[in-house]
């Protein structure tokens, strides 16, 4: 890795974070739609819980098909907590965290100790037996029914109960958890997880534990999830376990991979392109195939997917980086930064 | 004898589901053997076998031409699976693959829902569907259809694999790809090959379930998804086991379902694969042996 390539990565500035969080609390002034902003909610759902993927899929270079879980067991966590038990929300958020990394740790341990393969395969089937759970615990969950009537969430008596004011602290949770990824990319922690992304046998020879740090950052993603939904719970009021069920863990996937898993900024833009590209296919689509239902959009998800990682295995953030680097002129020049037959999600494991 | 003549439905049933599940695996194992990808749209080929030919015999055409037009175009759908997204990416690593087949498997099932929509359908059975009664437990004439098709398909795969000169080209390269290709067979056109035939012999497993379950297009997934577990109690290389392995599962399912809950029986055949990958990773029938690392 070269001295430009290493000045990208460890990039430290708040200049990108500030305009960032600047554009998005100036956007519900500049445009007034509750269809507008309702989206933008959807998209810091996704972000956040993406946030914490990222870090696991592109950071650690380890796939996982089963994060829909650790969502719904945030969902429900706190859901069942502040409904049923009457709480505050925040401690349903935070048992909800705890609960998830106490799950991930659990699981974690025997997980990953298998790679390539049959870590995805153990990750999906994860995912369907937590889906399940969530069918078949009709006492706390509801079961298929679904649960309502979650309360809405406040703070010092002021209540997230509409659109323009939940907007806000979403993507206040959002930013956090960008800053927050930023710093331990930038610890010794980032630099042990890319070290184990690049090769496990070289890692582990050099005395990185690597157990350890692909458990934490499962336990950390597993948290990032969970905090996602639980403010999905306390935002929506209605859970069914169909929200988190495997199709949810791929559309996860999607977001990660369209993102780019390289970049902390991947899973904004994945969660972005993600949820307005699926809203502009619904009201598109149907004009063509007048007799289209259901998820019709997946044809062009499935699609994208498939092109992005073939002809962009890095995905759209270094694209875009490129394009923010020219629009500054930067005397330096800009470092290609999609290196040749580097994937975004490559895990050092071979197939055994 | 009450219990008797439940235990041997659920038997019946386990069988005819395991038998599926054994069609789609080990079109999982041939392609996982001769590219190293975990296909995970080869549930997605059943699902295009069913509902291709359910539309086939919509237009009018006699079963069996349907049966055999439907396995030829869902071939050429394989062949253009392998063509467009696994060669191009041949060189990935196995995530990537792996993100690539689920892209191409939810493609599939969009494009199905853009042709036929999102509600289910039902193919009539291959005969007449009188039940036989064994001992108060009752087998329908599909259900053998299903068991004999499968145990067929699996024996002229066998004889594919080590008697024909085409099948044991593609043996080679599953064996010693660089050697193979020394001895002249071009490991990228078995590639093909043996893509096109695994979906061929998945749309299969889709028809003789069509009759049994109905068919929609998102009954992929989770046939896919159980030959999985299937295909990984055969530790993934090994194409006689996985056969076992759907059976037991299918048998697993069927008693999980009969005696427990209908809502679990995913749950319990996903925590019989987590064991498996936890304990024995090799799959339940390999013999003790060094580790690649």
């Known amino acids: 890795m070269d001295r430009t390539d290493l000045k990208k990565i460890y990039n430290n500035s708040l200049a990108g974070p500030l305009i960032f969080a600047g554009v998005l609390f100036l956007l519900p002034f500049v445009v007034q739609s509750n269809y507008i902003l309702s989206i933008m909610i959807m998209i810091g759902f996704y972000a956040l819980l993406c946030n914490g993927l990222t870090l696991l899929m592109g950071y650690a270079g380890q796939i996982s098909l089963g994060h829909a879980a650790f969502y719904g067991i945030g969902a429900y966590m706190s859901a069942y907590l502040s409904a049923k038990m009457g709480l505050s929300p925040w401690l349903g958020m935070l048992a909800g965290m705890i609960l998830a990394a106490i799950i991930a740790y659990i699981v974690g341990i025997p997980i990953f100790k ?42 010092f008596g002021f209540e997230f109960n509409n659109d323009f004011r939940f907007y806000y602290l979403i993507w206040l949770f959002v930013i956090l958890g960008i800053l927050f990824s930023r710093n331990i990319i930038h610890s010794r922690i980032g630099r042990a997880l890319r070290s184990i992304e690049g090769s496990e046998v070289a890692s582990d020879a050099v005395g990185v534990n690597i ?49 780019g898993a390289s970049s902390i900024w991947g899973s904004v833009i994945g969660a972005a392109v993600f949820v307005l590209l699926g809203e502009i296919l619904k009201s598109v689509v149907p004009l063509v195939f007048p007799n289209a239902g259901g998820e019709f959009e997946i044809v062009f998800f499935g699609l994208l997917l498939v092109v992005t990682l073939i002809y962009m295995p890095n995905g759209l953030s270094p694209q875009l980086e490129k394009l923010i680097a020219r629009f500054r002129r930067n005397k330096e020049l800009v470092p290609a930064p999609v290196a040749a037959g580097r994937d975004g999600v490559e895990s050092g494991g071979d197939q055994s | 004898m009450e219990i008797l003549s439940q ?16 069609l789609i695996a080990i079109g999982f ?12 749209a080869q549930g997605e080929f ?34 253009l699976f392998e063509r467009l997204a696994i060669y191009p990416a041949r060189n990935s690593s196995v995530p990537t693959l792996i993100i690539i087949t689920i892209g191409v498997s939810i493609a599939f099932r969009g494009i199905a829902i853009l042709i036929w929509g999102t509600q289910p359908y039902a193919l009539q059975p291959f005969t ?25 398909s699996v024996f002229a795969m066998v004889y594919f694999f080590n008697k024909t000169y085409i099948g044991k080209a593609v043996t080679a390269c599953v064996v010693n790809k660089f050697a193979a290709r020394l001895m002249g067979i071009n490991p990228e056109k078995m590639s093909l090959l043996s893509i096109s035939m695994s979906a061929g012999i998945g749309a299969l497993a889709g028809i003789v379930i069509a009759p049994i379950s109905g068919a929609s297009y998102g009954m992929g997934m989770m ?20 056969i076992l392995g759907a059976f037991l599962i299918g048998i697993l399912e069927s008693f999980t379902e009969g005696l427990w809950s209908s809502g679990l029986k995913d749950a319990v055949s996903f925590a019989m694969l987590l064991l498996i990958l936890f304990l024995k990773p090799e799959g339940l029938f390999a013999k003790a042996s060094g580790k690649r690392v």
């Open chain 1, 211 to 259: 157990m350890k740090y692909k458990l934490q950052v499962f336990m950390l993603s597993a948290m990032f999830a969970s905090l996602s939904g639980s403010l999905y719970a306390h935002y929506i009021t209605f859970i069914n376990p169909n929200l988190f069920d495997v199709m949810t863990s791929i559309y996860l996937l999607i977001m990660v991979v369209i993102g």
């Open chain 2, 223 to 242: 046939l896919g998804m159980k030959a999985f577990v299937a295909a990984v109690i055969g530790g993934l290389t090994n194409a006689p086991a996985a």
């Open chain 2, 7 to 22: 235990v041997l439905q659920l038997l019946f049933s386990g069988l005819t589901v395991g038998s599926i599940y054994a």
């Open chain 2, 29 to 40: 194992v041939v392609i996982y053997n001769v590219t190293g990808v975990l296909n995970f």
């Open chain 2, 128 to 152: 007449e569907n009188n039940p036989i009664r064994i001992l108060n437990a009752v087998l329908l004439p599909q259900n053998l259809w299903a068991i004999g098709i499968s145990l067929v």
């Open chain 1, 114 to 155: 298998l790679k390539g393969h049959y870590l995805a395969l153990a990750t999906l089937g994860f995912g369907v037996i937590v889906y399940t759970a969530f069918k078949e615990l009709k006492d706390f969950t509801g079961g298929l029914n679904g649960f309502f009537g979650i309360p809405t969430i406040s703070l």
């Open chain 2, 46 to 79: 059943a699902m295009f076998g069913a509902m291709i030919c359910i539309s086939l015999v919509g237009m009018g055409l006699p079963l069996l031409a349907a049966v055999i037009l439907t396995i030829l175009i869902v071939s050429v759908i394989g062949g």
